[in-house]
């Protein structure tokens, strides 16, 4: 079992690897580094209540890094920054409409990328390591701290 769970490490870290070096060459095309698009991926999924200090916890990333990062993002248009409600000392971080479409982009040319390297097999093929990538999703996900 031992070189099983090997290979399937390897081939998982290595399609990870293409799929996210395709995924950069496209963010080079907009001149955004992975970090901010990291960024800009985990601000759009807290729907609004993402922080500086979120981010940071997150990213694992030094304060003065994240500064920077959504200073970029912002003066990009990416993202606005709104004094929070509950507490005006906090600065709520909002993706706005360019950032999720360039969000819906990147994904979208990922799944093209993917669905290309794809067309030599069936459609049940494909459906097999949809389900077994979920299963296997599910299994390492259970239970576990991010």
């Known amino acids: 079992m031992d070189d099983i769970i090997k290979i399937i490490e390897k081939k998982l870290r290595y399609t990870d690897w293409k799929i996210r070096m395709y995924g950069r060459a496209i963010l080079r095309e907009v001149y955004m580094s992975k970090p ?9 999924d807290m729907e609004g209540e ?7 916890d997150i990213m694992q990333l030094a ?4 500064s920077t990062i ?24 909002v ?9 819906d982009d990147v994904i979208k040319r990922r799944c093209d990328f993917i669905n290309d390297a794809l067309k030599e097999l069936d459609y049940e093929d494909a459906q097999n390591i949809a ?16």
């Open 36 to 44: 901010q698009f990291q960024a800009l991926q985990i601000i759009n």
């Open 50 to 56: 993402a922080t500086c200090s979120t981010l940071t």
């Open 63 to 66: 304060p003065s890094t994240i």
């Open 70 to 93: 959504t200073k970029k993002l912002e003066s990009e248009g990416y993202i606005e920054k709104n004094i929070s409600d509950d507490d005006k000392r906090s600065i709520k971080l």
């Open 95 to 103: 993706i706005k409409d360019d950032g999720k479409d360039l969000i």
């Open 131 to 146: 389900k077994y990538l979920s299963i296997l999703h599910d299994a390492i996900t259970k239970d576990r701290l991010d």
